[in-house]
């Protein structure tokens, strides 16, 4: 079939190969190993799932993902992944708009922020039963960046139904920012008034913020953001403030210092 022409959002660059993007994941409910998800994932149920969106909105609900995809037919993204570990993907998530979901729920004025709850269920998710992390994972945006055409509620990946170990069924992708923003196997959406706490900015505080926006110029303690390794390549590139898409977003954070709200 030929390609389908790109869309305003999708990057040019070579995909990632399936075997790459479904072998090489961080997923901590399912191991610590980069391999681990796709073999400890394998039986995960994903049917029925339903997501609960409450708190600051108009229209609070539980809603079953086979509905939401009714409501918001997926369309497909061409995507730059960027993980705080310093290597990168490039990803055909299919999803559909969290701005779209976000409208019609109708938050109130006073909602600033976007709260996102993972799943919690240890016998599903065996390595809940450790703690390497605090448990539910749990993400967070401000509103404004939740409503961003480029934030996306992933349902698909390659054409194909999102595979468990890259957060089946319902996954955040917020493309400029660390695939940790990125939240896997959502379960509730929140709208609040103030900051939401985040995971790994409860773990390690030093050294995981809020934001999480892709930065060369400001480091993670234990790797430098300067350059990337993009899977498949052996050479370093150099990393692209906002991943390359600050074109898009950086008028978000105008007036903001990047280097203290890391």
């Given at each position: 079939?030929r390609?389908?022409?790109?869309?305003p959002y999708?990057?040019?660059?070579?995909?990632?190969?399936?075997?790459?993007?479904t072998?090489?994941?961080?997923?901590?409910?399912f191991?610590?190993?980069?391999?681990d998800p796709?073999?400890?994932?394998?039986?995960?149920?994903?049917?029925p799932?339903?997501?609960?969106?409450?708190g600051?909105?108009?229209?609070?609900?539980?809603i079953?993902?086979?509905t939401?995809?009714?409501?918001?037919?997926p369309?497909?993204r061409i995507?730059?992944?960027r993980?705080?570990?310093a290597?990168?993907?490039?990803m055909p998530w299919?999803?559909?708009?969290?701005g779209?979901?976000i409208r019609?729920?109708?938050?109130?004025?006073?909602?600033?922020?976007?709260?996102?709850?993972?799943?919690h269920?240890?016998?599903r998710m065996?390595g809940?039963?450790?703690?390497v992390l605090p448990?539910?994972y749990?993400?967070?945006?401000?509103l404004?960046?939740a409503?961003?055409?480029?934030t996306?509620?992933?349902t698909?990946l390659q054409g194909?139904?999102l595979?468990n170990?890259?957060?089946?069924p319902?996954?955040?992708v917020?493309?400029?920012k660390y695939g940790f923003?990125?939240?896997?196997?959502?379960a509730?959406?929140?709208?609040?008034?103030e900051m939401p706490?985040?995971?790994?900015s409860?773990?390690a505080?030093?050294e995981?913020?809020?934001?999480?926006?892709?930065?060369?110029?400001?480091?993670?303690?234990?790797?430098s953001q300067?350059?990337?390794?993009?899977?498949?390549?052996?050479?370093?590139?150099?990393?692209?403030p906002?991943?390359?898409?600050a074109?898009?977003v950086?008028?978000?954070?105008?007036?903001?210092?990047?280097?203290?709200?890391?």
């Amino acid at each position: 079939a030929r390609p389908r022409p790109l869309g305003p959002y999708d990057t040019s660059e070579p995909i990632t190969p399936w075997r790459d993007a479904t072998t090489y994941n961080n997923y901590y409910e399912f191991g610590l190993g980069k391999d681990d998800p796709a073999r400890e994932a394998a039986d995960f149920r994903t049917r029925p799932w339903t997501v609960v969106v409450d708190g600051l909105v108009r229209r609070p609900q539980r809603i079953d993902v086979d509905t939401l995809t009714r409501w918001f037919p997926p369309e497909e993204r061409i995507y730059r992944m960027r993980c705080v570990e310093a290597w990168s993907m490039v990803m055909p998530w299919s999803g559909f708009e969290l701005g779209a979901l976000i409208r019609r729920v109708e938050p109130l004025s006073t909602a600033r922020y976007v709260a996102f709850t993972a799943l919690h269920d240890p016998e599903r998710m065996p390595g809940q039963l450790s703690d390497v992390l605090p448990w539910p994972y749990v993400e967070g945006l401000r509103l404004d960046e939740a409503l961003h055409p480029l934030t996306l509620l992933a349902t698909g990946l390659q054409g194909r139904p999102l595979p468990n170990q890259n957060g089946a069924p319902l996954r955040l992708v917020v493309p400029w920012k660390y695939g940790f923003k990125s939240i896997k196997a959502v379960a509730r959406i929140t709208f609040t008034r103030e900051m939401p706490p985040t995971t790994w900015s409860l773990a390690a505080p030093d050294e995981y913020g809020f934001y999480a926006n892709v930065n060369p110029a400001v480091d993670h303690p234990r790797w430098s953001q300067a350059t990337e390794r993009r899977i498949g390549d052996f050479a370093r590139r150099p990393t692209l403030p906002f991943n390359g898409y600050a074109d898009q977003v950086a008028s978000l954070y105008a007036g903001m210092d990047l280097r203290r709200n890391f």
